[in-house]
């Protein structure tokens, strides 16, 4: 059970180039996630799904695009990689919604954008 | 819109001392509230969750507090050891189970 992995661990852009960054559950959640960390901002909700199919915005959604084409992955896109999208974004995944909603983390993915 | 802030930013004790790291919200209709700890350049861990419907709950050392109607919970660390050195960061869940977090206390223990 390796819970929820990211692929790649970290990535160097240029300025307008294009990338695809994959998460996968085996947890069998409904629910998924994708978060960027910068210093001093905390955690902000990039986009997230609550079902396959299904995505919707969070609270900084500008600049990416996600896919949920099957329950267990969910991808996260820069179609034009710009240097303010230089984060440590996380995934994550959780089984339902309500007051027991913990949500597991992966490991993050380093990205550089130059 | 939901603001959750985490005081102080940067905390330093010495081993085995007992602390406290607090949490406020500004919107207390949330599902519950979690503690994350990170360690430098890795993910989150989960530490505990407290549903909106306690007001407390204790794995190991640690035991956290949550008062929804004032928008405060309070992580307790009993007898600090130097592998608590970690950010930890809490986050309080709302609608579609979307997390809105702080941004952490970074926690030194020192020997």
């Known amino acids: 059970n390796a819970g929820v992995t990211q692929t790649p661990k970290f990535r160097v852009l240029k300025t307008g180039q294009s990338m695809t960054l994959l998460c996968a559950q085996d947890?069998?959640?409904?629910?998924m996630y994708w978060y960027r960390q910068d210093p001093g901002m905390g955690l902000r909700l990039i986009h997230y799904?609550?079902?396959?199919?299904?995505?919707a915005k969070g609270e900084v959604p500008d600049g990416y695009n996600v896919s949920r084409l099957k329950k267990q992955n969910f991808l996260l896109g820069l179609e034009s990689a710009a240097p303010s999208q230089t984060s440590v974004y996380f995934c994550?995944?959780?089984?339902?919604?309500?007051?027991?909603?913990?949500?597991?983390f992966g490991p993050g993915t380093r990205l550089t954008v130059l | 819109k939901q603001e959750v802030t985490q005081i102080p930013a940067a905390l330093s004790v010495p081993e085995g001392e007992n602390l406290v790291l607090n949490c406020s919200f500004t919107?207390?209709?949330?599902?519950?509230l979690q503690w994350f700890r990170q360690d430098p350049g890795k993910g989150l861990t989960s530490l505990l969750l407290?549903?909106?419907?306690?007001r407390e709950q204790t794995s190991g050392r640690l035991n956290a507090s949550l008062d929804k109607s004032s928008g405060r919970s309070t992580l307790y660390i009993a007898a600090s050891q130097p592998g608590d050195s970690a950010t930890y960061l809490c986050?309080?869940?709302?609608?579609?189970?979307?997390?809105?977090f702080g941004t952490g206390t970074r926690l030194q223990v020192t020997l």
């Open positions: 919107d207390s209709a949330i599902y519950n």
């Open positions: 994550a995944s959780s089984y339902e919604v309500g007051s027991y909603n913990e949500q597991f």
């Open positions: 799904s609550v079902g396959e199919g299904t995505t």
């Open positions: 947890m069998n959640h409904e629910y």
């Open positions: 986050a309080v869940t709302g609608t579609a189970s979307k997390l809105t």
């Open positions: 407290i549903q909106s419907s306690q």
